[in-house]
């Protein structure tokens, strides 16, 4: 396994040294290397350190630390906006801005999201995505001036660490991979791989912080409460149909 994807933690706390502007471009170089659907590259990305844009972000956020701190953000959009202009220039029609294209783009986006994460951490830096990039969309899509056809997707934030934090667990990966057709889990492999999450230091010590009986519940009543989820849900998809991503606007 590359180096990188084994000993990747996230970083949430960052010196205030600047990323050297050749290893930024190195950074972004890697981003727009990645495979796209086509080679159409249905992305953009978006540098910022706009603390209008890291404030949104910390909007509701459980650690907003890396998205204040960090020295740069990288704004990954979804983006048929610029390859539709091509086509209506050349005089044909574009059928670009749909639910199919955003599934398309956005996955766009977040293969070269992933290859800019790998890439800075090559140079030693930290990295951390940022999840309140989908509950901000219309806001961001504002402060950003994002025109039709394009959407936040994926926020990465860079910079030189200032911490090096444990590596964290992960499910064995005969949980996660499946061969010719899905395995359905049982309930007893439920409570076998969830184990040693449940019984860890750390576990008990977010149990007794939050008073609840059990972990799967600091992740339905904590971090993505119900009613959160929804009414984020909503807004995402009234953004969605702002930016013309679904077929039923007119
Ligand atoms: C889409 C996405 C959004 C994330 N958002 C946040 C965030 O807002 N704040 C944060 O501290 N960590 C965030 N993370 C980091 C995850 O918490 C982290 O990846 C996970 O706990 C696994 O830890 P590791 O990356 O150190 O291996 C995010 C990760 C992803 C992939």
Same mark, same amino acid.
């Given at each position: 396994?590359?180096?990188?994807?084994?000993?990747?933690?996230?970083?949430?706390?960052?010196?205030?040294?600047?990323?050297? $502007?050749?290893?930024?471009?190195?950074?972004?170089?890697?981003?727009?290397?990645?495979?796209?659907?086509?080679?159409?590259?249905? !992305?953009?990305?978006?540098?910022?350190?706009?603390?209008?844009?890291?404030?949104?972000?910390?909007?509701?956020?459980?650690?907003?630390?890396?998205?204040?701190?960090?020295?740069?953000?990288?704004?990954?959009?979804?983006?048929?906006?610029?390859?539709?202009?091509?086509?209506?220039?050349?005089? =044909?029609?574009?059928?670009?801005?749909?639910?199919?294209? !955003?599934?398309?783009?956005?996955?766009?986006?977040?293969?070269?999201?992933?290859?800019?994460?790998?890439?800075?951490?090559?140079?030693?830096?930290?990295?951390?995505?940022?999840?309140?990039?989908?509950?901000?969309?219309?806001?961001?899509?504002?402060?950003?001036?994002?025109? %039709?056809?394009?959407?936040? =997707?994926?926020?990465?934030?860079?910079?030189?660490?200032?911490?090096?934090?444990?590596?964290?667990? +992960?499910?064995?990966?005969?949980?996660?991979?499946? !061969?010719?057709?899905?395995?359905?889990?049982?309930?007893?492999?439920?409570?076998?791989?969830?184990?040693?999450?449940?019984?860890?230091? %750390?576990?008990?010590?977010?149990?007794?912080?939050?008073?609840?009986?059990?972990?799967?519940?600091?992740? =339905?009543?904590?971090?993505? $409460?119900?009613?959160?989820?929804?009414?984020?849900?909503? +807004?995402?998809?009234?953004?969605?149909?702002? %930016?013309?991503?679904?077929?039923?606007?007119?």
């Amino acid at each position: 396994m590359l180096k990188e994807i084994a000993l990747h933690r996230s970083v949430r706390h960052f010196l205030s040294r600047e990323i050297a $502007p050749e290893v930024l471009t190195d950074i972004l170089q890697a981003a727009t290397h990645a495979s796209t659907v086509g080679n159409m590259q249905l !992305y953009s990305i978006i540098v910022t350190i706009d603390s209008r844009v890291r404030a949104e972000l910390s909007v509701g956020s459980l650690d907003e630390s890396a998205a204040m701190e960090a020295p740069v953000l990288l704004i990954f959009c979804a983006d048929v906006h610029r390859f539709s202009k091509w086509c209506r220039q050349r005089d =044909t029609k574009p059928e670009y801005e749909n639910l199919m294209w !955003y599934a398309h783009a956005t996955a766009d986006a977040l293969r070269a999201a992933e290859n800019a994460a790998l890439q800075a951490e090559s140079y030693g830096l930290g990295i951390c995505f940022i999840d309140t990039v989908l509950r901000s969309a219309d806001r961001l899509v504002e402060l950003l001036d994002l025109p %039709q056809g394009v959407l936040p =997707t994926a926020v990465l934030a860079l910079g030189h660490p200032a911490e090096e934090p444990p590596l964290s667990d +992960r499910l064995p990966m005969e949980a996660i991979v499946h !061969y010719d057709r899905y395995n359905r889990i049982t309930s007893a492999e439920i409570d076998e791989l969830w184990a040693e999450r449940e019984t860890s230091t %750390q576990t008990m010590e977010l149990l007794n912080r939050y008073g609840v009986e059990n972990l799967a519940r600091i992740f =339905t009543e904590y971090r993505y $409460p119900a009613a959160e989820n929804l009414n984020s849900s909503k +807004r995402y998809l009234a953004t969605l149909r702002e %930016q013309g991503f679904l077929d039923d606007k007119e």
